[in-house]
């Protein structure tokens, strides 16, 4: 009863909707294609809620309200720079180091996660993998991260 089930798509005509679109806050809408992916990887982890979307009064189709369930810390904390902070979170600073390195150990049989010290989601080599294969739009990556075991 409190979440949205309609939105507005505000973007120009000619841009249409993505599978993957960041919306606020690290809610992300989700197109059925990338729904039925994360759901054939991850079965009845994550919540997915359906939203309508609109163009003024125009429909343009349905889309998700994604809410990734499984929030984890998977880095190898030892490896990571900058080291982590006294907030407990990993902060950038420009023109510093920046190098995050994820433990297979604590990332082994997750596909979608919550990186609780970064603040972003991340997910599998396979899903992407997979998301390639049926052409998913609207993932964006920087440079590949680094899985190196503790020790």
């Known amino acids: 009863t409190h979440m949205p089930t309609t939105f507005r798509y505000k973007a120009p005509r000619h841009q249409g909707l993505r599978d993957v679109m960041p919306f606020l806050r690290g809610t992300t809408l989700v197109s059925p294609g990338f729904r039925d992916l994360v759901e054939r990887f991850e079965p009845g982890v994550h919540q997915f809620l359906p939203v309508r979307m609109l163009r003024k009064d125009t429909h343009l189709g349905g889309m998700f309200l994604m809410v990734i369930a499984a929030r984890i810390d998977g880095l190898n904390h030892a490896l990571c720079e900058p080291p982590l902070g006294d907030r407990r979170v990993y902060v950038r ?20 996660w919550f990186e609780k010290h970064l603040g972003y989601f991340f997910i599998s080599g396979s899903l992407l993998a997979a998301c390639e294969r049926a052409e998913i739009e609207g993932l964006r990556f920087g440079k590949p ?3 190196v075991p503790r020790g």
């Open 93 to 112: 600073q420009i023109g510093s180091t920046w190098r995050i390195v994820f433990d297979p150990e604590r990332i082994a049989g997750h596909h979608l």
């Open 145 to 147: 991260q680094e899985v």
